[in-house]
């Protein structure tokens, strides 16, 4: 799986896109890169584009760990961290809920889920802008 990211703190948003399989090793390199990239702040709202994954590592155990390591790098204690899951199949949301249901309990966070881009932007109060979300 390929899972690329950028910050674009102009925006106050971070965008991470995922590609091929879903993997849990290679997206907790890039959420901890993003926590400690010197541009990133805590109140920065993500967008997480899942429209491009072709398949889901489904070994349970694993994920309900990773989203523990994820969890340390996203709620922070001076907010509620906004995501903002882009999804537009049954497996993008598939992976998606999966996501959605280990936060459960963990802490407080604001989660939406939108199947294009257009409304995402719209969302986050970005309407009509072109941030090349396509390829970061």
């Not at 969890?71 to 998606?96: C, H, I, K, N, W």
């Not at 996501?99 to 309990?105: A, D, P, R, T």
Request: net charge negative; charged share 20%.
């Amino acid at each position: 799986m390929a899972v690329t990211w950028r910050l674009l703190p102009e925006f106050g948003l971070v965008h991470v896109r995922y590609t091929g399989t879903a993997g849990y090793d290679e997206s907790l390199v890039a959420i901890k890169a993003i926590a400690d990239h010197p541009d990133f702040r805590p109140h920065f709202r993500h967008l997480a584009d899942f429209r491009a994954i072709e398949a889901i590592e489904t070994d349970y155990p694993s994920f309900l760990a990773f989203q523990a390591r994820v969890a340390e790098y996203v709620l922070q204690p001076d907010g509620t961290p906004f995501v903002v899951y882009l999804a537009d199949s049954p497996l993008s949301l598939r992976a998606v809920n999966m996501v959605l249901k280990s936060w459960e309990g963990a802490g407080p966070i604001t989660a939406v889920v939108m199947e294009n881009e257009r409304d995402a932007l719209d969302l986050l109060g970005l309407a009509g802008r072109d941030l090349g979300l396509a390829a970061p």
